[in-house]
């Protein structure tokens, strides 16, 4: 080998001017490619040689993993439907296959089965991205256990400490529903939550009760309601609010199915809305857009939190743990056509 004292470590600049080609030339015959021309490549080699070149380290580019799981409550819902669209596209962009499973029924309350963890770990899927109510101790345990990364989609009840998780601004989209039922003159104004103790049904009530406190309006004893965030919970508040001496002119539905359960109770009671009574959902899902009258709500921007709940997963499969631990997306009030002032 041939160097002048004190040249230091040779460079492709050093070879590249030695053998008389570009630096990009001495780099393909240096690392391997094979669109170089046979002389060129033996002139390149001997230089490469003659010079001790070798080539600096690079960096060990993170290989994406191949295969992640979606665990969803129910394929069918059009909010799975929304989730599955910003994971999909996300997954794409990554370079990633997504097994999607619907592994929770309202017998599980909303759980995954224990045997699907299990499988989990036969098929090699890298993490998890869970759309599901919650998980209990014992699947909490086996994530650990087996070092699986996974990431919360907004969960119904919040999960333990250290848990990644995406979720809405509830407590705002409360505050904003009720602002805009205010703002159109209505003061008798009724609320029907979820879930009395989810956490997202406690942040769109607490979002109500401040907007109306803030307002110096009274919340009359009734105007607070729960359901089920189903239609069938909906409609079933809405008549036991219609049949109070003093029934509400406006009520924020703190779901969109549960919103359009109670616009059929409006209507059996001989009632129509707008005009006798106005409806805020919140989600905006498909449905509130196609209700006669279009549903206004807020719109819980879910295909976004799909993709943020992606983004999350891919940082700590490079093992990075995330600044919080819970993530929330702003959200956004959509005026349509079931919300007006009261009538005269």
Same mark, same amino acid.
């Given at each position: 080998?041939?160097r002048?004292?004190? /040249?230091?470590?040779? *460079?492709?600049a050093?070879? !590249?001017?030695? !053998?008389g080609?570009s630096?990009?030339?001495?780099? &393909?015959? !240096?690392?391997? @490619?094979?669109?170089?021309?046979?002389? +060129?490549r033996?002139?390149?080699?001997?230089?490469l040689? @003659?010079?001790?070149?070798?080539?600096?380290?690079?960096p060990?580019?993170?290989? =994406? =993993?191949?295969l992640?799981?979606?665990?969803?409550?129910?394929?069918?819902?059009?909010w799975?439907?929304a989730?599955l669209?910003?994971?999909?596209?996300?997954?794409?962009?990554?370079?990633?296959?997504?097994?999607?499973?619907?592994?929770? +029924?309202?017998?599980? %309350?909303?759980?995954?089965?224990?045997?699907?963890?299990d499988?989990?770990s036969?098929r090699? /899927?890298?993490?998890?991205?869970?759309?599901? *109510?919650?998980?209990?101790?014992?699947?909490?345990?086996?994530? !650990?256990?087996?070092?699986?990364?996974f990431?919360?989609?907004?969960?119904v009840?919040?999960?333990?400490?250290?848990?990644? $998780?995406?979720g809405a601004?509830?407590?705002?989209?409360?505050?904003?529903?009720?602002?805009?039922?205010?703002?159109?003159?209505?003061?008798?104004i009724?609320?029907?939550?979820?879930?009395?103790? &989810?956490?997202?049904?406690?942040?769109r009530?607490?979002?109500?009760? /401040?907007?109306? $406190?803030?307002?110096?309006?009274a919340v009359?004893?009734?105007?607070?309601?729960y %359901? $089920?965030?189903?239609?069938?919970?909906?409609?079933?508040?809405?008549r036991?609010?219609?049949?109070? =001496?003093q029934?509400p002119?406006?009520?924020f539905?703190?779901?969109?199915?549960?919103?359009?359960?109670?616009?059929?109770?409006?209507?059996?009671?001989?009632l129509r809305?707008?005009?006798?009574?106005?409806?805020v959902?919140?989600?905006?899902?498909?449905?509130?857009?196609?209700? *006669?009258?279009?549903?206004?709500?807020? @719109?819980? #921007?879910?295909?976004?939190m799909?993709?943020?709940?992606l983004r999350?997963?891919?940082?700590?499969?490079?093992?990075?743990r995330?600044?919080?631990? @819970?993530?929330?997306? /702003?959200?956004?009030?959509v005026?349509r056509g079931? *919300?007006?002032? #009261?009538a005269?």
């Open positions: 080998m041939v002048s004292a004190g /040249s230091g470590r040779p *460079t492709l050093m070879v !590249a001017r030695a !053998a080609v630096v990009p030339t001495a780099s &393909k015959v !240096a690392n391997g @490619r094979e669109d170089v021309a046979p002389e +060129t033996r002139r390149v080699t001997e230089v040689e @003659r010079l001790g070149y070798v080539p600096r380290p690079q060990a580019a993170r290989q =994406p =993993p191949a992640i799981d979606l665990v969803v409550h129910d394929l069918a819902s059009p799975s439907g989730v669209l910003g994971v999909d596209e996300a997954a794409h962009e990554a370079g990633l296959g997504v097994v999607i499973s619907a592994a929770a +029924t309202a017998a599980r %309350g909303g759980q995954p089965p224990r045997g699907w963890l499988r989990l036969t090699g /899927s890298a993490g998890v991205l869970f759309n599901v *109510t919650e998980l209990d101790a014992a699947q909490h345990a086996w994530l !650990a256990h087996h070092r699986v990364p990431v919360m989609i907004d969960p009840v919040e999960p333990p400490a250290g848990v990644p $998780s995406v601004t509830n407590w705002q989209g409360g505050v904003s529903a009720t602002e805009h039922l205010i703002g159109l003159g209505h003061e008798r009724a609320v029907i939550g979820g879930h009395r103790r &989810k956490a997202c049904s406690v942040g009530v607490a979002g109500y009760r /401040s907007a109306m $406190s803030a307002a110096g309006l009359p004893p009734g105007y607070v309601r %359901g $089920s965030f189903e239609e069938t919970g909906g409609r079933r508040q809405m036991e609010l219609l049949a109070l =001496p029934p002119t406006a009520v539905v703190c779901s969109d199915q549960m919103a359009l359960g109670a616009g059929l109770a409006v209507r059996e009671h001989g809305v707008p005009r006798d009574v106005s409806i959902g919140f989600d905006d899902l498909p449905q509130a857009e196609w209700a *006669t009258p279009a549903l206004t709500t807020v @719109r819980q #921007p879910l295909s976004e799909a993709a943020a709940a999350i997963l891919l940082r700590l499969l490079d093992g990075h995330p600044e919080g631990t @819970r993530t929330e997306l /702003s959200t956004r009030l005026v079931s *919300t007006a002032p #009261p005269a």
